[in-house]
């Protein structure tokens, strides 16, 4: 290449590695550049790895394969990592799996770093040995010796409530997803605080994030007389909400009419149910866009400041103004 170019091995080695401004003439670097693409050069990715002591590969793991959010995430990581040269595995980690298991012989000699969504930090201890730089999405920013990137859940969770109390309704159900994480924790703590009116009765009960958990976990108390059941579910998930709106049409409950039903996530499923959800879009790709860049950032020295996204209420048919009760003023 160099002969090919007519300049010394030197200069196609700086202007290849990126590093000839101010030391080769700029002439020259193009002289280098179109002699690489008329001999269909291609630089040694492992070569270079080897050298700079990086893998390019950053591991992002998740709960579940099969969400919409997971995958908008994956999406986002991967879309900004691609424009550095970084490749993303995904590795799902089950929230009963303790400790996750190492993916390989050894992580730290196979990644550069990981991303974990929705987890806590020991969870995937195992993943990082340790010494891996670390960004936790949806997590507790008290995670230490981690970059931390978090929707701002608890607001979402208070404009939902703003949205049942405008529309009238004084008696609320939670139903909660039956996950010990933070971002469940911080969703019913901020339910709590903004419905702690004393004229607004405010329930909870919780479930496995599965359709027919939910159905079953609220029957009971859908199955109440009108004037003790609640007026309104606000749901953890779309999925939970989906239960819900199954449970209401065995029992004959019309929704929006006779019960409003809101749900967490805006996945497809939301717009697929009859009527569809009132529910928080949640800014997926973004999440795992900002995740990404901030694990670049530890690798490149830096400590990236906290991210926290907002989320929006997407209003649709499944909410409606509550339903007056007998003997109600």
Not at 106 to 135: N, T, W
Request: charge should be neutral; include cysteine; charged fraction near 20%.
């Amino acid at each position: 290449m160099a002969r090919a170019a007519g300049v010394s091995q030197a200069a196609v080695s700086l202007v290849l590695g990126d590093k000839w401004p101010g030391r080769v003439a700029p002439a020259t670097a193009e002289r280098v550049r179109a002699a690489a693409r008329d001999l269909g050069y291609r630089p040694n990715l492992a070569a270079r790895n080897l050298r700079l002591g990086r893998t390019r590969t950053a591991l992002l793991a998740v709960p579940v394969l099969n969400s919409d959010f997971f995958a908008g995430v994956h999406a986002g990581a991967a879309r900004v990592a691609a424009r550095h040269g970084f490749g993303v595995v995904l590795y799902p980690v089950p929230a009963d799996a303790g400790s996750a298991p190492d993916p390989f012989a050894s992580a730290r000699a196979a990644l550069d770093g990981v991303i974990a969504s929705s987890m806590a930090p020991d969870a995937v201890a195992a993943l990082r040995g340790g010494e891996l730089p670390l960004v936790m999405l949806d997590s507790d920013p008290a995670a230490h010796g981690a970059a931390v990137v978090n929707l701002d859940v608890g607001d979402g969770v208070r404009q939902v409530a703003r949205h049942l109390l405008a529309l009238g309704h004084r008696d609320v159900l939670h139903l909660g997803a039956d996950v010990d994480s933070w971002t469940f924790r911080v969703r019913a703590g901020a339910l709590a605080e903004a419905l702690r009116d004393g004229s607004v009765t405010h329930r909870r009960v919780t479930a496995p994030l599965r359709v027919d958990a939910a159905r079953d976990a609220v029957a009971d108390v859908l199955g109440l007389p009108a004037a003790e059941r609640p007026t309104a579910v606000l749901c953890d998930s779309d999925v939970l909400a989906a239960g819900v709106l199954k449970t209401a049409r065995r029992l004959g409950l019309r929704v929006p009419e006779d019960l409003s039903v809101t749900g967490f996530d805006d996945l497809s499923l939301a717009t697929a149910v009859e009527p569809e959800l009132t529910t928080l879009r949640l800014p997926a790709e973004d999440v795992g866009a900002h995740g990404m860049r901030a694990l670049l950032a530890l690798l490149d020295g830096e400590q990236p400041p906290p991210v926290t996204l907002p989320v929006e209420l997407v209003s649709r048919g499944s909410t409606a103004t509550a339903p007056a009760r007998r003997g109600a003023p």
